[in-house]
Nanobody
Framework: QVDLVESGGGSVQTGGSLKLSCSISNYSYYKYCLGWFRQVPGKKREGLAAINSDGRLSYADSVKGDPEKGRFRFAIVHDYPEKTLYLRMNSLRTEDTAMYYC??????????????????????WGQGTQVTVSS
């Protein structure tokens, strides 16, 4: 059994930054996909970013910052030895206010098809951490 525990949420003003953490209890298989999602009450869960066991990244359009420079407002980072998944968030906006979840799926298929917006592709979820951005 794999357990995920998020932390690092809180309140921040627009333009500010936060770093969310997701502690992973164990890796049930060496091929996997890890992701970050968020959800606002009454709306569907939205995929933000994902990373697979080979380090391949996937980001949703909603977290892109400057398209001309190819930068993203959010960055997913996986520290394998520390069994921790991070989501670094910069230039936060009021519309980023949501409950943030990390998720995992352990299988060769999950690693191969790992995408940021694949909500149905994950079977292990954390309990969430709230992020509130105010102007």
């Amino acid at each position: 059994q794999v357990d995920l525990v998020e932390s690092g949420g809180g309140s921040v003003q627009t333009g500010g930054s936060l770093k969310l953490s997701c502690s992973i209890s164990n890796y049930s298989y060496y091929k996997y996909c890890l992701g970050w999602f968020r959800q606002v009450p009454g709306k569907k869960r939205e995929g933000l970013a994902a990373i697979n066991s080979d380090g391949r990244l996937s980001y949703a359009d909603s977290v892109k910052g400057d398209p001309e420079k190819g930068r993203f407002r959010f960055a997913i980072v996986h520290d394998y030895p520390e069994k921790t998944l991070y989501l670094r968030m910069n230039s936060l906006r009021t519309e980023d206010t949501a409950m943030y979840y990390c998720a995992a799926e352990f299988s060769p298929t999950a690693a191969h098809s790992c995408r940021a917006n694949d909500v149905l592709g994950f079977s292990v979820w954390g309990q969430g951490t709230q992020v509130t951005v105010s102007s």
